[in-house]
């Protein structure tokens, strides 16, 4: 397992290097969006509309945060079960999405499209959403705002630290045998 400090966007050659178990520390810009989110990205989509951010490269964080206190750009950021965005996430991993953030399992399908046009799945730590959210340094709704929490947000992050669990070329953290052993 290796450590890594990347800047968003991502590009092909930094999501080939990553692997199953690697630390990641992501710096610059993601995105938020949960399945209300994700049902209208992809319904722009398939009415031919531009999407409220540019897919390519990006990075997704499954994440309805708090409300922010004073002097904070956001208030709790933890991850939101990542299988409720499966149906949608192929087709966003088409559109060139690289990194999606989240906690849990993926479908056999999301990690399928992953492998041709590289994209990454990595997990945020559950249950820390109040340290998460002290690597968000900026936080601005761009889209569906209506939607509360759930609005897709453009976030400024730094040093976000997070762990690969699926990477392109197949590998799965949840499938190691010693985890598979713990888990029991």
């Known amino acids: 397992m290796a450590e890594y400090h990347l800047t968003t966007p991502l ?54 945060p708090s409300p922010a206190r004073p002097g904070y750009a956001i208030g709790a950021a933890g991850p939101t079960t990542s299988y409720r965005m499966d149906s949608f996430a192929p087709r966003l991993i088409a559109e060139g999405l690289k990194g999606m953030i989240g906690k849990g399992m993926r479908a056999p399908e999301v990690k399928a499209a992953m492998a041709e046009p590289k994209a990454v799945y990595f997990g945020a730590t559950g249950g820390a959403g109040a ?6 340094k900026k936080a601005t709704v761009i889209a569906y705002e209506d939607l509360g929490p759930e609005a897709v947000r453009e976030l400024t992050v730094e040093d976000f630290p997070v762990l690969v669990i699926n990477d392109c070329h197949g590998g799965d953290l949840y499938a190691v045998p010693e985890l598979e052993a713990a888990l029991g």
């Open 11 to 64: 590009s092909d050659a930094d999501v080939e290097k990553l692997r199953a178990g690697d630390v990641v520390h992501l710096t610059g810009i993601i995105h938020t969006g949960r399945d209300a989110a994700h049902k209208r990205l992809v319904e722009a989509l398939d009415a031919g509309e531009p999407l409220p951010f540019d897919p390519k490269g990006a990075v997704i964080y499954y994440v309805g």
């Open 131 to 136: 340290l998460l959210g002290l690597r968000i």
